[in-house]
């Protein structure tokens, strides 16, 4: 599948289709086997502090959460619904007002039950980050998987 | 942040601590806010369609509990402790342990270990059953002013 097109199917997976993340503007920006991208832009209302205009803990906690949880979406073989386990989030620095924020999630190792993700937030420059992540997703919980069969599997 | 600390003041001459939330332009739009009604200080997140993360169950997003622990944890750093600085977050842990079902979700939270700069507090979040906890987290805040530190609000 064009990269374009897988693009924009995990757009409407992973953030038209889920309220929370549509509600942040979430936009994915990649989508490949193990890996996953978004961006976040800077707006008032998640900020944290308003005299500095530096956002809150929260948006990027819930970004860095859908984040690692697409890149585990695009190495299963066969969709199946998952949820997070556990999340670790260490905030290495500020986010700079007014700047987008990019998030950068990979699967780097899936089981049966559970799939191992880790993840950075940064402004443009991954070896300056402003969050590290690191998330585990238990596999096969109830209810339906986020992303539909596809022919062509990411 | 002098705007939180001298909301802060306010709120205990008044003895209301929702008015903490007031100074936070994330936690009105999460709406999230401290209460303290039970005489017990707890966070509550109130349930709208926007927190949703899991539309076939369906379920809160999880991201929108590690936020509201940490809020948690941050309202209660201010409420219950001598702080003169507003607590900045280092890291978070957050456990899942249920899906969240579409209501309110409320939180308490605790110090584990108060240093002289760094902070330990665990935080629980429950809905209808306090003794069937949704998440639970861990925290560090640093508490003493350090212009380097990682900012938490």
Known sequence: ?154 | MSALLSRLAEARKEGNVARLAEAIPYARWMQIAPENGTGELLTRMRFHPELIGNTFLPAIHGGTLGAMLEMAAIFHLLWETETETVPKIVNITVDYLRSARPVDVIACAKVTKQGRRMVNVFAEAWQEDRSRPVATANAHFLVKSDADAPPSL
Request: with cysteine.
């Open chain 1, 1 to 154: 599948m064009e990269k374009d097109a897988r693009i924009a199917l995990f757009q409407q997976w992973f953030s038209d289709n889920i309220p929370h993340n549509k509600a942040l503007g979430l936009k994915v920006i990649g989508a490949s086997r193990g890996f996953a991208s978004m961006q976040l832009e800077w707006r008032e209302e998640l900020v944290g502090n308003p005299e500095t205009g530096v956002l809150a803990g929260g948006p990027l906690t819930a970004m860095l959460d859908g984040c690692c949880g697409m890149s585990v979406a695009t190495m299963l073989k066969a969709p199946e619904p998952f949820a997070t386990l556990d999340l670790r989030i260490d905030y290495v620095r500020p986010a700079e007002p007014g700047k987008p924020v990019i998030a950068e999630a990979e699967c780097y190792r899936i089981t049966r039950s559970v799939a191992f993700t880790r993840a950075f937030a940064h402004h443009g420059d991954a070896k300056d980050p402003i969050a590290a992540a690191a998330g585990t997703f238990m596999l096969g919980t109830k209810g339906k998987p986020t992303r539909p069969p596809l022919e062509d599997k990411p």
